[in-house]
């Protein structure tokens, strides 16, 4: 199983950018299929992006597409979320998951390692 840490969160203002990064430890993590997921206070856990194995597939959910990126490199065992153009609404606490798998997914069931979340908090 792999550990996750998620880092790069934090206070931004309405329009800025944040580039979050999730550093994974453990075997297999160029195998893994890797996504982001936020929940937001009182709201249940949702997809954002996911990512294959090889970085050369990758999904998002309506809200973010065209604004948040993800991305991973494999030498280094570590996923990124380059979130740009941030909304008072993308407030929430942001975190990493890994799939047993190759192949990307977008369901909360579907990945089996977690990290702790960072909190991102947009003001208007």
């Known amino acids: 199983q792999v550990q996750l840490v998620e880092s790069g969160g934090g206070l931004v203002q309405a329009g800025g950018s944040l580039r979050l990064s999730c550093a994974a430890s453990?075997?297999?993590?160029?195998?893994?299929?890797m996504g982001w997921f936020r929940q937001a206070p009182g709201k249940e856990r949702e997809f954002v992006a996911a990512i294959n194995w090889s970085g050369g597939s990758t999904s998002y959910a309506p809200p973010v597409k065209g604004r948040f990126t993800i991305s991973r490199d494999n030498a280094k065992n570590t996923v990124y979320l380059q979130i740009n153009s941030l909304k008072p609404e993308d407030t929430a606490v942001y975190y990493c998951?890994?799939?047993?798998?190759?192949?990307?997914?977008?369901?909360?069931?579907?990945?089996?390692?977690w990290g702790q979340g960072t909190q991102v908090t947009v003001s208007s």
């Open positions: 453990g075997r297999g993590f160029s195998k893994y299929a």
């Open positions: 998951a890994a799939r047993t798998s190759s192949l990307l997914a977008t369901m909360v069931s579907e990945f089996g390692s």
